[in-house]
Nanobody, 127 residues
Framework: QVRLVESGGGLVQTGGSLRLSCAAS????????MGWFRQAPGKEREFVAA????????YYLDSVKGRFTISRDNAKNMVYLQMNSLKPEDTAVYYC????????????????????WGQGTQVTVSS
């Protein structure tokens, strides 16, 4: 079992920045894939970014490329999502997710394939 705890959400103005953190604990072997998803009010949860612990493969939702950066700290079992140039449409609850294995192809986008989820952290971008 893996426990994920997100932090770092909040209220920010358009153009501002936030850094989300996700702490992974509870399993002797680190999950191979970590992802960030978000869910805006009235919308389905969508993929934002993913990173593999080994190899460091990184993937992004097209609309956040160049603005968001996912990174990891292997020693601390932490994953981060640095969000710059935030827009009102980035407003959502952001969730950290983990999977025991890496994904085939572009399956890192599929929320139904992730084993573990955090409780979510609210990000609100005001216009």
């Amino acid at each position: 079992q893996v426990r994920l705890v997100e932090s770092g959400g909040g209220l920010v103005q358009t153009g501002g920045s936030l850094r989300l953190s996700c702490a992974a604990s509870g399993q002797t072997s680190r999950p191979d894939a970590m992802g960030w998803f978000r869910q805006a009010p009235g919308k389905e949860r969508e993929f934002v970014a993913a990173i593999y612990w080994r190899g460091g493969n990184i993937y992004y939702l097209d609309s956040v490329k160049g603005r968001f950066t996912i990174s990891r700290d292997n020693a601390k079992n932490m994953v981060y999502l640095q969000m710059n140039s935030l827009k009102p449409e980035d407003t959502a609850v952001y969730y950290c997710a983990a999977n025991s294995e890496i994904f085939a192809g572009s399956n890192y986008r599929r929320e139904d394939l992730y084993n573990y989820w955090g409780q979510g952290t609210q990000v609100t971008v005001s216009s």
